[in-house]
Each structure stands twice: as C-alpha cells, then as structure tokens.
DNA sequence: GTGACATTGAGACTCAGTCTCAGTCTCAAC
DNA sequence: GTTGAGACTGAGACTGAGTCTCAATGTCAC
C-alpha cells in the first residue's frame, strides 16, 4: 500500500486528471485487503464504512484502476466481474468450484510460459493470459460423498 | 451431425423431456455451423432463415444443451455469453483480440496435462478448462505498425 | 379420448453496468 | 483572490443480456 496510489496519482497527472478524495476512498478501500471483489461488493463494503460513494463513481475508478494495470477483471460467467489487485496476479489461475462458487488460485510458471510461446506461434502479441479451472472443489466433493453414502445407507 | 441429435434426444428421453420442434430447429442451426455465436446471433439467424424461435426458448434450449455437454459456455468479459460445440472443445484454448475482437482457437495438448495435474494438486475435480489469452492479432499489430509509420512520416 | 405434465411465445422483469446532466471542485493563469 | 476551462461528482434514467411468468398448446402413456 502507498505504491498504488503513487502509481495511480502518476497514471493520473499523466492523463491530467485529479486525485480525489472518492477516487482515494476507492483506492485505498480497494488495496486495504486481498480478497476478489465485485463492484457491488465494494460500493456496499464503502457504505458499512461511512464513506458512501456513487455507483457511477465505483465504476468509473475501477476502469481507471484496470485501465493502469493497478486492477485485473475476472469473469467467472455469472453476469458480472471480479477484480483483483495486478500485483498478485503473476502466474496464477483460478479455480471455479460450480458447487459452492469458491474462488481460489493456484501458481505455476511453467503454465504462463507455455501460454506465452503459444501466443507468440500464433503471431499473437499477448497483454494477459486467463486460466480457469471449473469443477468441483476437495469440500464439496467430501460433502457430495458423504451425502450419497447417507442416501444409500 | 445426426450424433448430436441422437445424443441430446437420449438426454431429453432420459429426463422425461421431449424433442420438439423447435428444439430440433435450434440444434441443427447450432451443429450447421463451426463459429462461435451468441445467444442474440442464433435468435437473428433463426429469423432470418424464417423459422423464428421465441427468445424464451433459445435460451431454454442453449441451457440444456450445455447440460447435455453438446455445448460450451464461454464468457469474454463484454456482458454476452459465447457458445461453441463441445465436440471442437478438445485441448483448444481461445485467442482474444482487444482491438478487433477476433476470437481464434490454439490447440496444445500439453497445456491440458498441466492443468489437469495443477488441479489435482491441488484437491480439485475438474470438469472443464478454460484459457484464454488477451492481446492483439498478428493483422492489428500490422495495421498499428503502419499507422505509427505514417503519423511520423 | 383423456389427463398429467412438458413446452411454447410474448412480454414483463431483473440486475450489472453505462450514460446523462446539472451542480461542484480543481488548478493554472492572471 | 478571481476567473474560466474543464475535470469530477451523485442521482437516477437507461441499456441490454438473460430470466421468469403465465395462459395457451403440444405430447404421450394409458
């Protein structure tokens, strides 16, 4: 924390536009934990806080946030987005549990290199790579097992 | 072709449901064809090729086709959902171009062993993968090259 | 033919995200 | 300190993909 808003406030003042207090509320709401969020998320997370913000605003800061590479954009197909901060972003890919809906990550270099070179065959200049594991998680497995032992006992 | 409606009318027989005819018009509209589409694509085309299926129905039928696994969901972050044949889904990933919005297909099948592994390392019973890269096409990066060129002839 | 239940289309509805606009703020120039 | 250009804000209207509802219709085992 601090090197975000050093970064956004230059991304910022490079496209002459202004730090302002909302815009700062977002940011460091944003960066004061690790979790995946959504818009919705964070503006009800902003109005617990006493720092009610308007849902035009949220928006517009975090296409700025993404727009600078501070934020990344995550669509898991339930018709709206995640974000997470860039800086965790290297090498991971997420793990979609369809049972619970848990999100978690995993980390494997040899992953975004392969991606990489794939790209690059394909005469393709790549910006991210998005790697999404869908399935049933090691909880929900035991769960569902111990449920179909029950109904058969 | 004729495999897919073999296949889904066993699954419909299987859950007491019935092929009916639209259901059929929308199926061989769907396996017609080897593009990527979107729900509001098929709903024109039906249209167009005069035997119109209700939205409602569409969807309905786009549902049970990704149940049956004849079809694969696919979200590229723009608020629409894609649809592909699940048959085409082997060891492919997708190649997303942010300037055209081109979406083109690699295959690798070491990418799949990896994740196969990564996901059961890490407790996970995976149904599907899911890659996509992000960035620009071979025919963009061209066309940028050369518009740079002349701005700074 | 009958009854139980699956299916349909039209259109109302939902909800995440975008747009608009009038009022406010920021900041460099004077 | 004042001014003016233009950035920024919040409220709420709007958009559009996808879902839901419901009355009418179709399917099929009996």
Redesign the interface.
Same mark, same amino acid.
């Given at each position: 924390m601090g090197d975000e808003v050093q970064i956004f406030e230059e991304y910022l003042k490079k496209h002459a536009l202004h730090l302002t207090a909302p815009r700062e509320t977002v940011l460091r709401t944003i960066f004061g934990t690790h979790e995946h969020f959504t818009a919705d998320d964070l503006i009800a997370h902003l109005g617990r806080a006493g720092t009610p913000v308007s849902k035009a605003t949220v928006y517009r800061t975090l296409a700025l946030l993404s727009e600078c590479n501070l934020l990344i954009?995550? =669509?898991? $197909?339930q $018709?709206k987005?995640y974000y997470e901060h860039a800086s965790e972003l290297q090498h991971h890919?997420h793990?979609y +549990?369809?049972d619970c809906g848990r999100i978690?990550e995993?980390y =494997?270099p040899?992953?975004n290199g392969?991606?990489e070179k794939?790209?690059r065959?394909?005469?393709? =200049?790549?910006?991210?790579?998005?790697?999404?594991?869908? $399935?049933? +998680?090691?909880d929900c497995?035991a769960k569902r097992n111990r449920r179909e032992a029950e109904s058969t006992a």
């Amino acid at each position: 924390m601090g090197d975000e808003v050093q970064i956004f406030e230059e991304y910022l003042k490079k496209h002459a536009l202004h730090l302002t207090a909302p815009r700062e509320t977002v940011l460091r709401t944003i960066f004061g934990t690790h979790e995946h969020f959504t818009a919705d998320d964070l503006i009800a997370h902003l109005g617990r806080a006493g720092t009610p913000v308007s849902k035009a605003t949220v928006y517009r800061t975090l296409a700025l946030l993404s727009e600078c590479n501070l934020l990344i954009e995550h =669509d898991f $197909g339930q $018709g709206k987005k995640y974000y997470e901060h860039a800086s965790e972003l290297q090498h991971h890919g997420h793990l979609y +549990c369809s049972d619970c809906g848990r999100i978690s990550e995993f980390y =494997d270099p040899k992953l975004n290199g392969l991606q990489e070179k794939i790209a690059r065959q394909e005469g393709f =200049d790549p910006t991210h790579f998005v790697v999404k594991i869908y $399935g049933r +998680c090691a909880d929900c497995t035991a769960k569902r097992n111990r449920r179909e032992a029950e109904s058969t006992a």
